[in-house]
């Protein structure tokens, strides 16, 4: 049975994308306002392993075998460098599969050596960058306490300097919290000095962990959208604030599928009616595995998480 990958599912930046879930839900170094996995449970920025690389590359490789996909993508329920095997299961799974791989990250941890040669395995590697100032970062991403916003502002800097592959940053605005004109000015700064391929600007389209969390209005989308553009040129800058395509490609039980994906994915609801039977669904909801929640006037399906005693 699959275990650690999920999908393959779409995505907006990476064609059809084979998901790996190399972190428990949820071990992550933040607990942004806006994640769709929901809040934090685990708070850490302690590097350990979490399950057998091998197994990880071996059902990509089944997974390969099996189905078509553009990327194998390291986006798990959690920050996906706190896996002190991430580097070796890049490796491994390079060794299973032809597709080029990548992680998406929080950017927390890359001022770590070990971190930063890890990314390095990657063909394609996305950064956040939320924010500049320490008030917004802490408020917006709410930090484990021992990180540093300088420390890791100045390591994206340097990895955008050493990369082999692809770097992408992705930039999530919330109304209220990293809107404000001065804060855009300066994350486009950066940004200048980071010169990812493309810079991202990301709205809550799912339901986030916080549901006082709301999308920018559209005057202060184009306002990033024009401030990121000056100085990095419109080529190089684009827009994820709308839903990605519903083609959906079911690998294995579409009962399994669902419960996998939205673990890290939250479906709306009526993709996930067009996946599993008449019936599956709602039985899933009545045993308590999955939820469905109206956001921003749509309605989802997320997968329940259980806090542990």
Same mark, same amino acid.
């Given at each position: 049975?699959?275990?650690?990958i999920?999908?393959?599912?779409?995505?907006?930046r990476?064609?059809?994308?084979?998901?790996?879930?190399?972190?428990?839900?949820?071990?992550?170094?933040?607990?942004?306002?806006?994640?769709?996995?929901?809040?934090?449970?685990?708070?850490?920025?302690?590097?350990r392993?979490?399950?057998?690389?091998?197994?990880?590359?071996?059902?990509?490789?089944?997974?390969?075998r099996?189905?078509?996909?553009?990327?194998?993508?390291?986006?798990?329920?959690?920050?996906?460098?706190?896996?002190?095997?991430?580097?070796?299961?890049?490796? !491994? @799974? /390079?060794?299973?599969?032809? #597709?080029?791989?990548?992680?998406i $990250?929080?950017?927390? *941890?890359?001022? &770590?050596?070990?971190?930063?040669?890890?990314?390095?395995?990657?063909?394609?590697?996305?950064?956040?960058?939320?924010?500049?100032?320490?008030?917004?970062?802490?408020?917006?991403?709410?930090?484990?306490?021992?990180?540093?916003?300088?420390?890791?502002?100045?390591? !994206? @800097? /340097?990895?955008?300097?050493? #990369?082999?592959?692809?770097?992408? $940053?992705?930039?999530? *605005?919330v109304? &209220?919290?990293?809107?404000?004109?001065k804060?855009?000015?300066?994350?486009?700064?950066?940004?200048?000095?980071?010169?990812?391929?493309?810079?991202?600007?990301?709205?809550?389209?799912?339901?986030?962990a916080?549901?006082?969390?709301?999308?920018?209005?559209?005057?202060?989308?184009?306002?990033?959208?024009?401030?990121?553009?000056?100085?990095?040129?419109?080529?190089?800058?684009?827009? &994820?604030?709308?839903?990605?395509?519903?083609?959906?490609?079911v690998?294995?039980?579409?009962?399994?599928?669902?419960l996998?994906?939205t673990?890290?994915?939250?479906?709306?609801?009526?993709?996930?009616?067009?996946?599993?039977?008449?019936?599956?669904l709602?039985?899933?909801v009545?045993?308590?595995?999955?939820?469905?929640?109206?956001?921003?006037?749509?309605?989802?399906?997320?997968?329940?998480?259980?806090?542990?005693?």
């Amino acid at each position: 049975m699959v275990r650690r990958i999920f999908g393959p599912v779409p995505s907006r930046r990476l064609g059809l994308s084979l998901g790996v879930n190399n972190i428990p839900p949820k071990i992550c170094s933040y607990s942004c306002v806006y994640c769709q996995v929901g809040r934090t449970i685990t708070l850490s920025i302690e590097r350990r392993p979490f399950y057998d690389p091998r197994e990880i590359a071996q059902e990509v490789g089944e997974a390969a075998r099996r189905t078509s996909f553009d990327y194998v993508t390291f986006v798990p329920d959690g920050e996906p460098t706190l896996d002190s095997n991430l580097g070796l299961e890049a490796k !491994l @799974v /390079r060794d299973e599969s032809d #597709r080029p791989i990548a992680v998406i $990250t929080n950017s927390s *941890l890359i001022w &770590l050596e070990d971190v930063y040669r890890d990314l390095l395995e990657f063909d394609y590697v996305s950064v956040k960058l939320d924010a500049v100032s320490y008030d917004v970062w802490r408020r917006l991403n709410r930090p484990h306490p021992d990180l540093k916003l300088d420390a890791i502002l100045d390591s !994206l @800097v /340097r990895l955008s300097k050493e #990369r082999r592959g692809t770097l992408t $940053t992705e930039t999530m *605005l919330v109304d &209220l919290m990293n809107t404000d004109s001065k804060e855009l000015e300066g994350i486009a700064d950066m940004l200048a000095d980071i010169r990812p391929e493309k810079a991202y600007i990301a709205t809550p389209i799912r339901p986030p962990a916080e549901l006082w969390v709301r999308p920018p209005s559209e005057e202060k989308l184009v306002e990033a959208y024009r401030s990121f553009s000056t100085r990095l040129g419109e080529d190089n800058v684009e827009l &994820l604030n709308v839903p990605e395509p519903p083609d959906f490609v079911v690998l294995g039980e579409p009962e399994d599928y669902v419960l996998r994906t939205t673990m890290v994915h939250p479906l709306r609801l009526e993709y996930a009616e067009r996946i599993l039977p008449e019936g599956n669904l709602h039985k899933l909801v009545e045993e308590g595995l999955l939820a469905t929640v109206e956001y921003e006037g749509e309605m989802f399906v997320v997968r329940r998480i259980r806090s542990r005693s």
